[in-house]
């Protein structure tokens, strides 16, 4: 891969749970987002698809006997944009953790679609068809 992936965090979600954990798993998610950043195929080891969902991944972080999952989706193809995270206790996902990040994927794309149309509002190609 040529460029860096960016990613973006979207809302407080991940910063209060990455304010909470080990300084073993920081270290961990942050070879994890490295990863991410850099390769073009990361392993499902560390990023997977969430069956039954549009786009919503789950970056996948092991230390010890714990396992920690790190919600994202992409944008533009190499945007990451992490949602919400939590320490997974048993098999499956919780059902309310995946809907919480699924709200807040949506969430982002309403915001960035609103910022989208300011900026294409703004801009000097528009201003001038505005004075025509």
Same mark, same amino acid.
């Given at each position: 891969?040529?460029?860096?992936?960016?990613?973006?965090? *979207?809302? *407080?979600?991940? *910063?209060?749970?990455? !304010?909470?954990?080990?300084?073993?798993?920081?270290?961990?998610? #942050?070879?994890?987002?490295?990863?991410?950043?850099?390769?073009?195929?990361?392993?499902?080891?560390? !990023?997977? *698809?969430?069956?039954?969902?549009? #786009?919503?991944?789950?970056?996948?972080?092991?230390? #010890?006997? &714990?396992?920690?999952?790190?919600?994202?989706?992409?944008?533009? #193809?190499?945007?990451?944009?992490?949602?919400?995270?939590?320490?997974?206790?048993?098999?499956?996902?919780?059902?309310?953790?995946?809907?919480?990040?699924?709200?807040?994927?949506?969430?982002?794309? &309403?915001?960035?679609?609103?910022?989208?149309?300011?900026?294409?509002? &703004?801009?000097?190609?528009?201003?001038?068809?505005?004075?025509?």
């Amino acid at each position: 891969m040529t460029t860096e992936r960016k990613i973006i965090f *979207h809302g *407080h979600y991940f *910063h209060d749970f990455y !304010l909470e954990v080990s300084d073993n798993v920081k270290e961990k998610i #942050g070879y994890v987002f490295r990863l991410i950043k850099t390769v073009d195929k990361v392993s499902e080891k560390f !990023l997977k *698809h969430i069956e039954g969902t549009d #786009g919503l991944y789950e970056i996948r972080v092991e230390v #010890g006997s &714990n396992v920690y999952r790190i919600f994202c989706c992409f944008d533009k #193809g190499n945007l990451v944009v992490l949602f919400n995270a939590f320490q997974k206790k048993t098999q499956k996902t919780p059902k309310q953790e995946i809907e919480l990040a699924e709200k807040l994927k949506k969430e982002y794309f &309403n915001i960035k679609d609103k910022q989208n149309e300011k900026e294409r509002r &703004n801009s000097p190609a528009e201003r001038a068809n505005k004075k025509r």
